[in-house]
């Protein structure tokens, strides 16, 4: 009788610690008819942030915010795309410190082959003429094009922004 007591014992107690881990939301109290056990409420999950859309210019602004030149931001126009595919929308930049009307794009693509097609526009640009040698960066949908003027260095923190603000 006493192992049977041990046993049935031993089952309700599995059978009260099993419940605790089901999926009832905060489950205080669970009665058995030997002993009353309490099972903690679960604790709220924390809210997060919300994901914030990253923009053309919420990237332009992490840019100024992280200490970057990215000057006077201007929407592209058919003229400013040059000779490369108008596809996406773009913010032109100015970097006053590379010299007068000299900065990058900022641009934003609706899908990875077009944002593709234009990365290597502008990389293929600058294997067939020093002259016309940028750098390019590209996360997500989002890509930045500076000048070849620039230093490697100083180009590799804009990187650093979009790799923080694009995830």
Same mark, same amino acid.
């Given at each position: 009788?006493?192992?049977?007591? =041990? &046993?049935? %014992?031993?089952? @309700?107690?599995?059978?009260?610690? @099993?419940? *605790?881990?089901?999926?009832?939301?905060?489950?205080?109290?669970? #009665?058995?008819?030997?002993?009353?056990?309490?099972?903690?409420?679960?604790?709220?999950?924390?809210?997060?942030?919300?994901?914030?859309?990253?923009?053309?210019? %919420?990237?332009? #602004?992490?840019?100024?915010? *992280?200490? !970057?030149? @990215? +000057?006077?931001?201007?929407?592209?126009?058919?003229?400013?795309?040059?000779?490369?595919?108008? !596809?996406?929308?773009?913010?032109?930049?100015?970097?006053? %410190? &590379?010299?007068?009307? =000299?900065?990058?794009?900022? $641009?934003?693509?609706?899908?990875?082959?077009?944002? /593709?097609? =234009?990365?290597?526009?502008y990389d293929e !640009?600058?294997?067939?003429?020093?002259? $016309?040698?940028?750098?390019?960066?590209?996360? *997500? &949908?989002?890509?930045? #094009?500076?000048s070849g003027d620039?230093? +490697? /260095?100083?180009?590799k923190k804009y #990187?650093?922004?979009?790799?923080? &603000? =694009?995830?």
């Amino acid at each position: 009788m006493k192992k049977q007591f =041990i &046993l049935y %014992s031993s089952i @309700a107690a599995l059978c009260l610690f @099993a419940s *605790g881990c089901g999926s009832a939301p905060n489950q205080t109290n669970v #009665q058995s008819s030997s002993t009353p056990t309490t099972v903690p409420a679960t604790a709220p999950a924390k809210k997060e942030e919300p994901i914030k859309a990253v923009t053309l210019e %919420s990237l332009v #602004q992490a840019f100024k915010d *992280g200490g !970057l030149e @990215a +000057e006077t931001p201007t929407k592209m126009e058919a003229k400013d795309y040059g000779m490369a595919p108008k !596809l996406g929308n773009g913010l032109r930049v100015l970097v006053p %410190s &590379l010299g007068k009307d =000299i900065g990058g794009r900022v $641009l934003q693509f609706e899908n990875k082959a077009d944002l /593709d097609n =234009i990365k290597k526009y502008y990389d293929e !640009l600058g294997k067939s003429s020093a002259m $016309l040698y940028s750098f390019t960066y590209a996360k *997500g &949908l989002f890509l930045i #094009q500076m000048s070849g003027d620039m230093k +490697e /260095d100083q180009f590799k923190k804009y #990187q650093d922004v979009m790799d923080k &603000l =694009i995830k």
